[in-house]
């Protein structure tokens, strides 16, 4: 017996929900979640004269509320251009970008310990600190693998201008992710704390100047010599 109308499943591009609702609760999550970065800054305690002293003290809690900021921004810039490869979306595409997600929230929490660290710690807390952060940042590069691995095995899903083989140049992208920032994080805990935390500041800027994809923006034009 053949199947009733409301039986037939319909293939390829028509079975895809409208991307509209993914990215506005994105937007949503990355918008709480820097501003819950503000919440880590305190003002320190002091006696009468010495507020200036005590705000020169917390500095260091401020510079990792600032590299968060931006890495936040950063990683909001890449799902921006991420949602851009796509017409649609699937329950596990929708699936894997609650995993992005996921790594997105959990920053404000690495950020204060490496505040915390800073101001009041010792070398070994800024050891743990900066593998915390490290750890957390790599982690966070395991949802984008999945993401384009499952957009290149579904060419239904990717926009009309959008190649196998600019999906496909895009996974080195996480790949590197999980790779540096493990290892900025092992340089941290093994050499020094503060090579740690340079080495993930570099991985924050490779992803912002990556941010369009390795086959656009500032790479491309550093590749051609020439823009567009």
Known sequence: MSAGPEEVQPRGPA??????RLAAFSDGVFAIVIT??????????????????????E?????????????????????HALLRLVRGTTLALS???????????????PTAVLASALVDGDTDDLRVAVVMYA??????SAPWLVFFAYLRRHPALRAGHIDQGHVHAQEARPITGLVLYGLAGL????VNPLLGLLGIIVMIIYHGVTSEGLRTGPLQWVRTGRRG
């Open 15 to 20: 079975r895809l929900a409208d991307i509209g």
């Open 36 to 57: 819950l970065l503000v919440l880590d800054l305190r003002v320190p305690e002091y006696h009468q004269g010495e507020l200036l002293t005590s705000l020169v003290r």
């Open 59 to 79: 500095a260091p809690s401020y510079l990792a509320f600032v590299v968060s900021f931006i890495y936040i921004g950063v990683l909001w810039l890449n799902h």
């Open 95 to 109: 699936w894997i970008n609650i995993g992005i997600l996921f790594g997105v929230v959990i920053i404000p929490f």
């Open 135 to 140: 750890l957390a940042a790599a982690l966070m």
């Open 187 to 190: 340089l941290g805990w093994i």
